[in-house]
């Protein structure tokens, strides 16, 4: 499974950016998929997170209300709208993918090390 992460830039606070990940080499849309943020000297945090072949969804405390998971399943693209962004919101977004996942199981798995597949990363800054 390979994931290609892409829209990551610079934005006010107050704006918004959409980020997507695009997914290659798995055989169905039974999976999972999440966005995971980080920055240094922390460790990677869970942004939200959709099981592909339902939509189900599970969101981050930090960012309910404000960010949004969805999909595309035809181009094998998962999105994040963020709107409303904070300067905490500064970090390294990373896509993520798990099999060993379903509507069951999303969101007791909806952390890092449940996912076996990561993207290289994309940088959002908000100022």
């Known amino acids: 499974v390979q994931l290609v992460e892409s829209g990551g830039g610079s934005v006010q606070a107050g704006g918004s950016l959409t980020l997507s990940c695009v997914v290659s080499?798995?055989?169905?849309?039974?999976?999972?998929m999440g966005w995971f943020r980080q920055v240094p000297g922390k460790s990677r945090e869970g942004v939200a997170a959709?099981?592909?072949?339902?939509?189900?969804?599970v969101y981050g405390d930090s960012v309910k209300g404000r960010f949004t998971i969805s999909q595309d399943n035809a181009k094998n693209t998962v999105y994040l709208q963020m709107n409303n962004l904070k300067p905490e919101d500064t970090a390294t977004y990373y896509c993520?993918?798990?099999?060993?996942?379903?509507?069951?199981?999303?969101?007791?798995?909806?952390?890092?090390?449940?996912?076996?597949?990561w993207g290289q990363g994309t940088q959002v800054t908000v100022s």
């Open positions: 993520a993918h798990t099999e060993a996942c379903n509507r069951y199981t999303l969101s007791s798995r909806f952390r890092q090390s449940a996912f076996e597949y």
């Open positions: 080499g798995d055989t169905d849309s039974r999976n999972c």
């Open positions: 959709i099981y592909r072949a339902e939509g189900g969804t």
